[in-house]
C-alpha cells in the first residue's frame, strides 16, 4: 500500500495568494483528517470526514479556509487568501472508520506563506 | 486547561539509560489512550497503545492510571534511534477523533 499521500511536498507562496493542499487516503480507509502543526501550538485537528462527509469543523481557524472531500480518494484544503500565519506544516491521515483511532498520517506539506 | 498536557521537554540522556514520560488528560470521560513518536520533519506513527492494565512492547511499556487522569511511557535501554518527539494522545469516545499533546522530545547521546 502506498499510504497517505499528500502534495505538494512544499509550498512557498505569497501572502494573499491561493494556496490547495491535496491528499489520498489509503484506500478502503472511510475517515480523513486534516491537521495543523506548528512549534507554537502542536498538532491541531481542522476537519475531518467520515464517507466523503465532513463531520467537524470547529477547528478551521477562519473562513479563509475551506476543505473538499468530493471522493473517497481525493480531498483538498484550500486556504484563501494565504497569510503569514499559515505557514505550519498541514498533514493529512485516514483510518479505517472502525478503528479510527489509529491514524496514518501522510508526509505532511510544507506550508510558506511570505 | 489542555486537553492533553505533556512535559514539552527536552531529554537528553545516554545511550542505555531508563527514561519515562508523563501525560495527564483533563476529561475523565476519556476512553481510549495511544502513544505516537514523530522523527524530526516527519509525520507522527503510532507506537503503542495504553491499555488499562499496563502493556510491554520490547523495550517500551506504557501504563494507565485512571484515577489521576495520567499516562506514562517508559524506554529502558535507550538507543540512538529512540531520538524523536513523542505524542501523547486521547480518545475522549469512540465516535470522536484523536486529542494530540505537545509532545516531548527525547535525544539519546552515545
Known amino acids: 500500500d502506498a499510504g497517505v499521500i499528500q502534495s505538494p511536498r512544499h509550498e512557498v507562496t505569497e501572502m494573499g495568494q491561493e494556496v490547495t493542499l491535496r491528499c489520498k487516503p489509503i484506500?478502503?480507509?472511510?475517515?480523513l483528517f486534516w491537521y495543523r502543526q506548528t512549534m507554537m501550538r502542536g498538532l491541531e485537528l481542522l476537519i475531518y470526514?467520515?464517507?466523503?462527509?465532513?463531520?467537524?469543523d470547529s477547528g478551521m481557524p477562519e473562513d479563509r479556509f475551506s476543505a473538499k472531500m468530493p471522493n473517497a480518494s481525493f480531498s483538498t484544503l484550500k486556504i484563501q487568501p494565504s497569510e503569514p500565519r499559515d505557514s505550519a506544516v498541514y498533514f493529512c491521515?485516514?483510518?479505517?472508520?472502525?478503528?479510527?483511532?489509529?491514524?496514518?498520517f501522510g508526509s505532511g506539506t510544507q506550508l510558506s506563506v511570505l | 486547561r489542555k486537553e492533553v498536557e505533556q512535559d514539552p521537554g527536552p531529554f537528553n540522556v545516554p545511550e542505555g539509560a531508563t527514561v519515562a514520560f508523563n501525560c495527564t488528560y483533563s476529561?475523565?470521560?476519556?476512553?481510549?489512550f495511544f502513544w505516537y513518536r514523530q522523527d524530526c520533519r516527519k509525520e507522527p506513527k503510532l507506537l503503542m497503545s495504553?491499555?488499562?492494565s499496563g502493556n510491554e512492547d520490547g523495550r517500551f511499556t506504557a501504563q494507565l492510571n485512571r484515577a489521576s487522569q495520567y499516562i506514562s511511557l517508559l524506554i529502558r535501554d535507550s538507543k540512538l534511534s529512540d531520538s524523536a518527539t513523542y505524542l501523547c494522545?486521547?480518545?475522549?469516545?469512540?465516535?470522536?477523533?484523536?486529542?494530540f499533546g505537545a509532545g516531548t522530545r527525547l535525544t539519546v547521546k552515545p
Open positions: 491521515a485516514s483510518s479505517l472508520e472502525l478503528s479510527r483511532e489509529k491514524l496514518f
Open positions: 476529561n475523565s470521560a476519556s476512553q481510549s
Open positions: 494522545v486521547v480518545n475522549l469516545q469512540r465516535k470522536s477523533h484523536l486529542r
Open positions: 484506500s478502503g480507509h472511510n475517515s
Open positions: 470526514f467520515n464517507n466523503n462527509v465532513p463531520i467537524d
Open positions: 495504553v491499555y488499562s
